[in-house]
C-alpha cells in the first residue's frame, strides 16, 4: 500500500463514491476551490464526455484533485461549508482509496467477476 498523506490524489474509487454524493454541490465545491470559471462551465456545458452531474461532480473533483496545491483538508473544507459533513472523514480519512467493496458501495470493480453464492 502506498504512503497516505494530505497531499495524496483523490484515487479512481474514491472519485466513483464522492461523486454521486457532491451532484447537488459541485459548482459551488468548484468555486471554493478556485477553479478557473471557463473551466468549470466547459464541463457543465460538454454534455458529451459528462452526460451525467455525477459524471461533472466526478470531473470537478478530477480537476480539484489534480491542482498543484491539491490539500485533502482544503478540500474536507470546502464540502464542510457546503453542509456535506458526512463526506469530510472519507476525505481526510482516505477510507475509500483502496478497496471498491467498503463504504457501502454497490459499484463492483470491472477487473474482479462476481461469485454467486
Same mark, same amino acid.
Given at each position: 500500500? =502506498? ?7 483523490? #484515487? ?9 454524493? +457532491?451532484?447537488?454541490?459541485?459548482? =459551488? ?10 473551466? *468549470?462551465?466547459? *464541463?457543465?456545458?460538454?454534455? +458529451? ?15 480539484? #484533485? ?8 482544503? !478540500? ?5 461549508? *457546503?453542509?456535506?459533513?458526512? !463526506? ?25 467477476? *462476481?461469485?454467486?453464492?
Amino acid at each position: 500500500e =502506498e504512503p497516505f498523506c494530505d497531499t495524496t490524489k483523490l #484515487s479512481p474509487p474514491e472519485l466513483t463514491r464522492l461523486a454521486p454524493q +457532491i451532484i447537488r454541490k459541485w459548482r =459551488e465545491i468548484a468555486g471554493l476551490a478556485e477553479l478557473d470559471e471557463g473551466e *468549470v462551465e466547459n *464541463v457543465n456545458q460538454s454534455n +458529451i464526455p459528462y452526460p451525467e452531474a455525477k459524471d461533472k461532480a466526478r470531473k470537478i473533483l478530477t480537476m480539484i #484533485s489534480n491542482k498543484p496545491n491539491f490539500s485533502r483538508k482544503k !478540500l474536507a473544507e470546502h464540502l464542510e461549508e *457546503v453542509k456535506l459533513c458526512n !463526506l469530510v472523514d472519507v476525505v481526510l480519512r482516505g477510507t475509500s482509496r483502496l478497496s471498491p467493496h467498503g463504504a457501502g458501495s454497490q459499484i463492483a470493480s470491472p477487473n474482479k467477476t *462476481v461469485e454467486s453464492r
